[in-house]
């Protein structure tokens, strides 16, 4: 019996492989080429293909795909076979260093935002060697970036790329000004928790919402949800550890470091964690495991949701982001040491979070931005739409020191000066977890809590990276100016106490589901972008594109392009979702309630032309709410489908978005409370599809 050692990355084309199976110069030129970003050398590159293709033959692979990763959010790719002609008839397994560094897939229909016309079709995918290639059901994946022809960014890795290596550069900096000169780079790591939902595959075919939307329009909620706190970290079912165990096997086989396995708050809602790694590889890793979890799920008579709402009246799906600082040498820049040199340190990159999540609140909450999302946001169970950030009682109490001057009780010393006097040892774990947070430090990392479960997490850690990157920059510009030890002293404490007291609004310790907390960050001037559409507006601020050419993330034609891309597909979405319960409404749930009532009707006619002497109030009433409900419900069918035509003239996609978000979602809701109404009046087996607690409590 194979154990997991004798698996894990057994499909990856991994570092170990690499040493094993290519020459030592040709090795150490792709090492070279991994660390440093260069172009390999087209001979190097030859002899990597040949070496990647035979071990993929070796291990059953037939095909190989540049897998690339669009702006819709999911990846794609597009296979060719390994084999060539000769002139016997026969043929040979080829694959060349030119096959391996690029390709030219078509990317006339993949979202541009205007980047280029549907007609330019020219598109190309680059190898990007600092994620490892892996093979899928007997195809090899060459990890890639994908750009249009005239070399516009068309996808969400090369902006990742881009962004790992402003941070790395700029927080380099800020260590050799501690005087550690054998960091050579500083790695941004990151773990995303992955929740989901799994439901039984019989139902799910019978609910055309799940279908073509991911969540149900329709549904009351059950009699019984998560009001017992009784599945959270409860016993794991047998068909739900079948799942958990093949999926683990396979994501081991791809490298995919899973960990963590546990039922979540909500019936049939699950979650599962790896163990951190360099952002690029989490990334591709956290893609795949969406997809994997998608096909294993298949295969045991499943479907797994990884939509952010897929039930309004239970808890919904995120996917927390871990994110951190740790330098090649080891070193985590955001764990607080025992030193004076240590806790200086930890306090510059502390504050340079700070800052950045307070100046650039508009970015975090665009980087989350989904429709799907904009259902979880501020509910009960996911942190609010407002940005804040969670540090805990003693850190924030530290923080308050160092700005005021004033002692701090822990503190051995009478006063906090920085450089001079040591930070109070605090563990790790120094405060307790802050569910409520959308920002929380949780020791030694930021858990970002904002994104949904269906999002690639490079949205979020573009933004990450890329705001602290630009402080810390401004940080090492002071910093580097400074002409002695004591005048960096003095530099760095001004640097920051400023920061907390010009800062410090945006850190909040309380509960954010509270109106109060609501209240409070308004006084504060904090922003409220509680939709998309709000949030969107903000993306092409002078101040954004700024940012994101100043450390050459985006262009600003490239920064237009994804407002637009995703004003696009909020618009289709709510357009979809809109569509599809106008069609359910009315297909199956009005006539439903019309051949209830007449049901109904029949029974108080059968009573009165048999004479029977008994009351009909029970048939009577149900009859009367059931045809009043009727009415009022092809009423809004008819209202949601005006609604959607008024939409669907409306040119300007800032403009539609909103239109769409202020009345069709309006008129989305009245249908549904109608439809719901109807539900509650109807026997299961004459209602047209599962309720709640069939979909819920199905596995």
Request: hydrophobic share 40%; proline share 5%; glycine share 6%.
């Amino acid at each position: 019996m194979s154990t997991i050692s004798d698996i894990f990355a057994s499909m990856v084309f991994n570092d170990s492989v690499m040493r094993e199976r290519l020459p030592k110069e040709t090795y150490k030129a792709l090492r070279k080429t991994m660390s440093e970003g260069k172009t390999l050398p087209g001979d190097i590159a030859g002899i990597v293909a040949n070496a990647m293709k035979d071990w993929a033959i070796e291990k059953g692979a037939t095909h190989f795909t540049h897998w690339f990763q669009p702006m819709t959010g999911i990846t794609a790719e597009k296979h060719d076979s390994f084999i060539s002609p000769v002139d016997d008839g026969h043929v040979i397994m080829e694959f060349s260093g030119k096959e391996l560094v690029k390709g030219e897939p078509d990317a006339s229909s993949f979202p541009s935002g205007g980047l280029r016309a549907t007609f330019e079709a020219r598109g190309y995918t680059a190898w990007d060697p600092t994620s490892y290639a892996f093979i899928r059901e007997k195809t090899l994946c060459i990890p890639t970036v994908f750009c249009s022809f005239g070399g516009e960014a068309l996808d969400k890795k090369t902006p990742l790329l881009k962004s790992i290596e402003a941070i790395n550069k700029q927080a380099t900096r800020i260590v050799r000004l501690f005087g550690v000169t054998n960091v050579k780079q500083v790695n941004v790591t990151v773990g995303a928790e992955q929740e989901y939902f799994l439901i039984d595959n019989e139902v799910y075919k019978q609910r055309r919402d799940l279908i073509f939307t991911g969540r149900t329009l329709f549904g009351n909620r059950p009699p019984k949800a998560q009001e017992l706190d009784d599945h959270y970290f409860g016993s794991i079912k047998p068909r739900v550890k079948d799942y958990m165990d093949t999926l683990n096997e396979e994501l081991w086989k791809l490298g995919i470091l899973a960990k963590t396995e546990h039922n979540e708050a909500a019936p049939a809602q699950h979650e599962l964690a790896p163990i951190f790694t360099d952002t690029n590889k989490a990334t591709d890793h956290n893609q795949i495991t969406m997809d994997v979890m998608k096909k294993v799920a298949q295969s045991k008579g499943l479907v797994c949701l990884l939509h952010e709402k897929p039930f309004s009246s239970v808890a919904g799906s995120g996917k927390h982001n871990n994110w951190s600082l740790c330098t090649d040498t080891g070193v985590n820049l955001l764990e607080p040491g025992s030193s004076p040199f240590e806790n200086a340190q930890f306090l510059l990159f502390l504050c340079a979070v700070i800052k950045a999540v307070d100046l650039n609140q508009d970015l975090l909450r665009i980087s989350v931005a989904t429709p799907g999302n904009d259902h979880r946001l501020g509910a009960a169970e996911a942190p609010p739409a407002i940005i804040s950030m969670f540090l805990g009682t003693e850190l924030t109490d530290i923080l308050t020191a160092i700005e005021t001057g004033k002692t701090y009780d822990g503190a051995k010393s009478s006063y906090m000066e920085i450089g001079v006097h040591t930070l109070p040892n605090f563990p790790k774990d120094n405060t307790d977890r802050n569910r409520t947070s959308p920002f929380a430090f949780t020791g030694n990392k930021f858990e970002f809590r904002m994104p949904g479960s269906s999002l690639s997490i490079s949205g979020p850690n573009i933004i990450l990276n890329t705001i602290v990157a630009d402080v810390l920059m401004e940080f090492a510009d002071k910093l580097e100016r400074t002409k002695d030890a004591e005048d960096f002293k003095a530099e760095l404490n001004d640097i920051i106490k400023t920061t907390i007291k010009k800062h410090k609004r945006i850190i909040f310790n309380g509960n954010g589901y509270t109106q109060e907390w609501r209240d409070e960050a308004k006084k504060r001037g904090l922003l409220d972008l509680p939709s998309t559409p709000d949030a969107l507006s903000h993306y092409t601020d002078k101040k954004n594109i700024e940012l994101f050419a100043r450390h050459n993330i985006f262009t600003a034609a490239e920064v237009h392009s994804r407002k637009e891309i995703l004003l696009e597909n909020y618009c289709k979405v709510i357009t979809i979702e809109a569509a599809t319960m106008v069609e359910m409404a009315q297909k199956d749930i009005l006539p439903a309630a019309l051949r209830y009532t007449k049901e109904l009707c029949n029974m108080i006619n059968a009573k009165d032309s048999c004479k029977i002497e008994l009351p009909c109030r029970a048939e009577q009433t149900l009859a009367t709410q059931l045809a009043t409900l009727s009415d009022e419900l092809h009423d809004a069918i008819i209202r949601l489908e005006c609604k959607l035509k008024e939409a669907s003239v409306i040119i300007a996609i800032d403009k539609k978005a909103e239109f769409l978000r202020d009345q069709v979602k309006e008129h989305m809701a009245i249908l549904r409370e109608k439809a719901d109404n109807i539900e509650l009046l109807i026997p299961c087996n004459c209602y047209p599809y599962p309720d709640y607690g069939t979909l819920l409590f199905s596995v």
